[in-house]
């Protein structure tokens, strides 16, 4: 029985590295930008503790609606609220005969999404200044949709053919065609939720709150590095060797 012929390679015949005559050129292109943030993160836990079980809840109801009251009093400058868990956990006298319940402590946590940072620092004090109430933050961000990330990526493209470029007509060569255009890792901010100083501030305990609001914290935003790179794949005309 006759073998079937061994397959040959044609003149058009897509080699993953080219021809001499349509050779292939790979590069890499890089952006990165430095862009004010866009949001600040706070959270806010609110705690309360007693030897009784349902005034221990209630307390922590009232702390907790409070300081919701107080976020929503600044309207469209708080741009998201999120309840992000609540505990109301038994602590116990220690192990032995006699165990039983000696206290509880319940605690809220409560995210909020702040959009106009002239509020952030009275707001944070006054948070911070009401009782058993501790804050995490500032985390500054962009959001997702922000044009910075369209920004970022079409200044990596642009890259990446300008070096394709550089490239060809280092060998006499110019581009032709672009075989392939891969995004990897865009638009990731390397700072990620940023927050300067590891900024944590806790409230005073129950009756030892200052009857008088205390001055705003003066609170710098800082600055989001984005950054997104792609590789591409080009064919150019035959170099001139």
């Given at each position: 029985?006759?073998?079937p012929?061994?397959p040959?390679?044609?003149?058009t015949?897509?080699?993953?590295?080219?021809?001499?005559d349509s050779p292939?050129?790979?590069?890499?292109?890089?952006?990165?930008l430095?862009?004010?943030?866009?949001?600040?993160?706070?959270?806010?836990?609110?705690?309360?503790?007693?030897?009784?079980?349902?005034?221990?809840?209630?307390?922590?109801?009232?702390r907790?609606?409070?300081?919701?009251?107080?976020?929503?009093?600044?309207?469209?400058?708080?741009?998201k609220l999120?309840?992000?868990?609540?505990?109301?956990?038994?602590?116990?006298?220690p192990?032995?005969?006699?165990e039983r319940?000696?206290a509880?402590?319940g605690?809220?946590?409560?995210?909020?999404?702040?959009?106009?940072?002239?509020?952030?620092g009275?707001?944070?004090?006054?948070?911070?200044?009401?009782d058993?109430?501790?804050i995490d933050?500032?985390w500054?961000?962009?959001?997702?949709?922000?044009?910075?990330?369209?920004?970022?990526?079409?200044?990596?493209?642009?890259?990446?053919?300008?070096?394709?470029?550089?490239y060809?007509?280092?060998?006499?060569a110019r581009?032709?065609a672009l075989?392939?255009?891969?995004?990897h890792?865009?638009?990731t901010?390397?700072?990620?939720?940023?927050?300067?100083g590891?900024?944590?501030m806790r409230?005073?305990?129950?009756?030892?709150?200052?009857?008088?609001?205390?001055?705003a914290?003066?609170?710098?935003?800082?600055?989001q590095?984005?950054?997104?790179h792609?590789?591409?794949?080009?064919?150019m005309?035959r170099?001139?060797?």
């Amino acid at each position: 029985m006759d073998q079937p012929p061994h397959p040959t390679h044609s003149a058009t015949t897509h080699l993953p590295y080219g021809t001499p005559d349509s050779p292939r050129l790979a590069v890499r292109g890089e952006a990165r930008l430095e862009v004010d943030p866009e949001i600040a993160r706070l959270r806010i836990s609110v705690t309360a503790r007693g030897t009784d079980r349902r005034t221990t809840l209630d307390d922590l109801t009232t702390r907790n609606q409070h300081t919701l009251e107080l976020l929503k009093s600044y309207g469209p400058a708080i741009e998201k609220l999120a309840t992000g868990g609540f505990t109301l956990t038994p602590q116990l006298t220690p192990k032995g005969r006699n165990e039983r319940i000696r206290a509880y402590h319940g605690t809220v946590h409560t995210t909020a999404v702040i959009a106009d940072f002239t509020i952030l620092g009275e707001l944070t004090t006054r948070l911070a200044d009401q009782d058993l109430t501790s804050i995490d933050g500032p985390w500054w961000a962009l959001r997702a949709g922000s044009p910075a990330h369209r920004q970022v990526r079409q200044k990596a493209v642009k890259e990446a053919v300008r070096r394709a470029r550089e490239y060809a007509e280092a060998l006499d060569a110019r581009l032709v065609a672009l075989i392939e255009l891969a995004d990897h890792q865009a638009d990731t901010p390397t700072t990620g939720f940023s927050r300067p100083g590891g900024a944590r501030m806790r409230g005073a305990t129950a009756g030892g709150a200052a009857p008088d609001t205390p001055p705003a914290l003066d609170l710098e935003p800082q600055r989001q590095t984005v950054y997104a790179h792609v590789n591409a794949r080009f064919t150019m005309t035959r170099p001139e060797l």
